[in-house]
């Protein structure tokens, strides 16, 4: 059962990739099975670092796969 | 600032379809500011309208477009020297009002994320203090190198 947090970030997630949420209730679906591309990678990374005032570095963006990783990030990066 | 000579060893567009004049504020990274005067002889005035000319709101994103890339260019200038690819991936556009002959767009971009490979970009067109466009656009780089191996 996901966390409050996990939970904020696939909602934020499904609405940057343009899919329903449910097609993130298993956190390490690929995102290309998704049809998230390169660029749609750059806009969540986009989108989390204006919700949660971070900066993602540009060698993290290609390691965005799957929303696992998306949330690992910003919780390391976070602090 | 920036003149129509130092825009075109960025831009690889030429007229008639080079949409930028002149930058007239930079700062480098976040934001850029360009001016293109709308002629009346605008080569599209004579098709839309011919009895009421308006700039068509696809050339308005354009020259949003070209901003962008002189944005691009003060973080990454090394690799626009280098004239590579650009590739505008998506765009979000709102018009609120008209553009006629004679009126000066003043194009704003604002940085959301840029990375040597692409970039999200918020932008404004301007007539004096009037906002006539708006739009938040993705586009892509590629080296030209990279673009033939995809070939």
């Known amino acids: ?79 | 600032m920036w003149d129509i000579e130092k825009i075109k060893t960025i831009l690889p567009q030429r007229e008639p379809f080079l949409f930028v004049d002149e930058v007239v504020e930079i700062d480098p990274g976040k934001r850029i500011v360009a001016k293109r005067y709308i002629s009346p002889d605008e080569y599209f005035f004579k098709g839309h309208f011919p009895d009421k000319p308006v700039m068509p709101g696809v050339l308005i994103i354009e020259a949003l477009a070209q901003t962008s890339i002189l944005l691009y260019a003060t973080i990454y200038p090394e690799i626009a020297s280098a004239h590579p690819y650009y590739y505008l991936a998506k765009v979000k556009s709102e018009f609120i009002l008209p553009v006629f002959p004679d009126d000066t767009l003043i194009l704003e971009a604002r940085n959301v994320k840029i990375i040597s490979t692409g970039g999200i970009i918020e932008i404004e067109a301007r007539v004096g203090e009037r906002i006539a466009a708006k739009m938040t656009a993705s586009f892509s780089v590629k080296k030209k190198n990279e673009s033939q191996n995809e070939s």
């Open chain 1, 1 to 79: 059962m996901p966390n409050e947090f996990d939970q904020e970030i696939k909602i934020l997630v499904a609405e940057v990739a343009e899919v329903s949420v449910d097609k993130l209730d298993d956190p390490n679906v690929s995102f290309s099975d998704l049809d998230v591309d390169s660029m749609k990678a750059l806009e969540i990374a986009a989108a989390v670092e204006k919700k949660y005032k971070i900066i993602i570095p540009e060698g993290e963006i290609p390691k965005i796969k799957n929303l696992a990783q998306v949330i690992d990030m910003v919780k390391r990066l976070k602090g």
